[in-house]
């Protein structure tokens, strides 16, 4: 992003910002762009998260679905106030997740954490919801924005399943707010989320085409034990 609070440029320095910007639907962005979803991303998933999406359809939370299943969502499906799961990371406080991790797949718990301290990594700690605002929090620094739906694009991984990228553009605000921002939450349809990746900056193109960071957010209301909880528990 190029106008985020100075604090949000240090984690997504490397990221997709600096790449050149590629047809939002092309098959190239697609199939290239996002091996991580596809394979590291979605092993956190498929394994560590494998249960029913809230429609009760477990292909679709692995990506396996039609065009006519997709379905426009409202800002309100995120409403609410979040975390970054990325200080507890920090912390240790999912350690017991990397050990969890560890005992089912081909990475060591360190090798784990490493892994999902780049994907995790962002000086975003809270992010709020509220009506069609959302206000980004770095500490006690926050900036603020109005948000209207952009649609939503569907991208197709190498290993054949796909994925669901809802987006909101930013139509006044803070200037340091970021144009921009895109959920992955696994759903294709109106549904209430329990969790979900976000990526924003100024480049709707260039954020399709993120493949190692994207920040994670849990409920507000959580306590460290009980999102580590819940990701032993898929």
């Keep these: 992003m190029t106008r985020i609070h100075t604090a949000f440029l240090s984690a997504l320095a490397a990221t997709s910002l600096a ?4 047809p939002a639907l092309a098959d190239h962005a697609k199939d290239k762009a996002h091996d991580h979803e596809a394979h590291d991303h979605d ?13 009760g359809d477990d292909d679709i ?23 970054s799961v990325y200080p507890l990371l920090q912390s240790g406080d999912l350690d017991a997740v990397m050990a969890h991790k560890a005992a ?7 090798e784990y ?7 995790y990594a962002t000086d975003v700690d809270r992010i709020v919801f509220s009506g069609d605002t959302a206000t ?29 990228r809802y987006i909101f553009e930013k139509v006044s605000g803070d200037a340091e707010a970021p144009m921009f921002f895109q959920f ?20 709707r193109a260039a954020l399709l085409k993120e493949v190692t960071n994207w920040p994670t957010y849990y409920p507000a209301a959580l306590s460290p034990a009980d999102i580590s909880a819940e990701m032993q528990a898929h």
């Design 43 to 55: 092993h956190d998933h498929s394994h560590d998260h494998d249960h029913k999406n809230d429609h």
């Design 136 to 164: 980004f929090y770095t500490g006690e620094t926050s900036v603020q924005g109005r948000y209207e739906s952009d649609g939503f694009e569907v991208l197709t991984y190498e290993k054949g399943n796909r994925g669901v």
């Design 19 to 22: 790449a050149t910007a590629l």
């Design 184 to 203: 992955s939450d696994h759903k294709i349809a109106p549904a209430k989320a329990d969790h979900y990746h976000l990526y924003w900056g100024d480049d």
């Design 104 to 110: 089912k797949g081909d990475k060591t718990a360190e």
């Design 61 to 83: 939370y692995k990506g396996y679905f039609d065009d006519a299943q997709i379905k426009p969502r409202p800002l309100a499906d995120w409403e609410g106030d979040w975390q």
């Design 113 to 119: 954490k490493a892994y999902y301290a780049t994907g």
